[in-house]
């Protein structure tokens, strides 16, 4: 049963529905779901590198992020590898991160010096 409540002429589920929707998927019983970690989910590397930059940007800075574009980006695998480049004689290091394509989990980030 859902309890929903009208705001700004928006329906609204609220938080007690949210927590049953994450106990339900977090005990794994069956429902429907987009997400069957057989199809990938993250197709395209456009999409990839919006989820790559909403995380890098916050861990990092955007302006560190963006500066080391453009990015390599590689579907290996069904993991996406994407990772920043420098100009050629500069010093520093770039961010690496891989995104799981079947499911949008980050397996790793990690940035050189």
């Given at each position: 049963?859902?309890?929903?409540?009208?705001q700004?002429?928006?329906?609204?589920?609220?938080e007690?529905?949210?927590?049953?929707?994450?106990?339900?998927?977090?005990?794994?019983?069956?429902?429907?779901?987009?997400v069957?970690?057989?199809?990938?989910i993250?197709?395209e590397?456009?999409?990839?590198?919006?989820?790559?930059?909403?995380i890098?940007?916050?861990?990092?800075?955007k302006?560190?992020?963006?500066r080391?574009?453009?990015?390599?980006?590689?579907?290996?695998?069904?993991?996406?590898?994407?990772?920043?480049?420098?100009?050629?004689?500069?010093?520093?290091?770039?961010?690496?991160?891989?995104?799981?394509?079947?499911?949008?989990?980050?397996?790793?980030?990690?940035?050189?010096?």
């Amino acid at each position: 049963t859902i309890n929903s409540c009208a705001q700004n002429n928006r329906l609204v589920l609220g938080e007690k529905y949210a927590k049953e929707e994450l106990d339900a998927v977090l005990a794994k019983k069956p429902g429907h779901n987009v997400v069957d970690n057989k199809e990938l989910i993250v197709k395209e590397s456009k999409t990839a590198i919006k989820i790559a930059e909403a995380i890098l940007f916050d861990i990092y800075g955007k302006e560190n992020i963006e500066r080391q574009k453009p990015y390599e980006e590689y579907l290996i695998k069904n993991y996406w590898v994407i990772s920043g480049t420098l100009p050629e004689g500069s010093l520093g290091g770039t961010f690496l991160i891989i995104i799981d394509a079947k499911n949008a989990q980050v397996l790793k980030i990690t940035h050189g010096k």
